[in-house]
């Protein structure tokens, strides 16, 4: 996903090599060699205008060097709605450079999904590493034959 930060100054897009880095707890280390960090709110369009859908949001964090418990401390919201609290990824993974991912069954949206991360503390913002969203109400189409075009 490609993020336009035009409407939060404060945010910025932090982006590493891949290649040759292991985080623990995940196979797809790739997913956490970047970061959004600053970000405060954003609205992911999934739907046109109006359409409803029923989603799993899961989240990816990584505690970064150089973090202790208690130097992120978020709240995450969606769609004005908090699901979980206090997610320190230090704390939870129990030390730096390891995988924490949050995960939201049953998330109704209509149109846009509203993403708020709050800090609850004044030292260092949230930073997320990704966010997948995975539509639960359509079963996912099964493809049977690939025609591969030369």
Request: glycine fraction near 12%; charged fraction near 25%.
């Amino acid at each position: 996903m490609k993020f336009d930060l035009g409407e939060n100054k404060d945010s910025i897009v932090e982006r590493r090599d891949f290649r040759g880095v292991t985080i623990a707890g995940d196979q797809r280390s790739w997913l956490y060699t970047s970061a959004l960090t600053g970000l405060t709110s954003m609205k992911i369009p999934l739907l046109d205008d109006g359409k409803e859908g029923v989603y799993k949001v899961r989240m990816g964090f990584v505690a970064e060097a150089g973090d202790k418990a208690g130097t992120r401390i978020f709240d995450i919201l969606l769609n004005g709605k908090s699901v979980t609290g206090n997610v320190d990824p230090f704390a939870t993974a129990g030390k730096a450079g390891k995988a924490v991912v949050k995960e939201f069954s049953g998330v109704k949206v209509t149109g846009t999904l509203e993403v708020a991360l709050l800090s609850m503390t004044g030292d260092k913002g949230p930073a997320m590493q990704f966010i997948e969203i995975i539509r639960e109400d359509i079963p996912p189409t099964k493809v049977t034959k690939l025609n591969i075009i030369d």
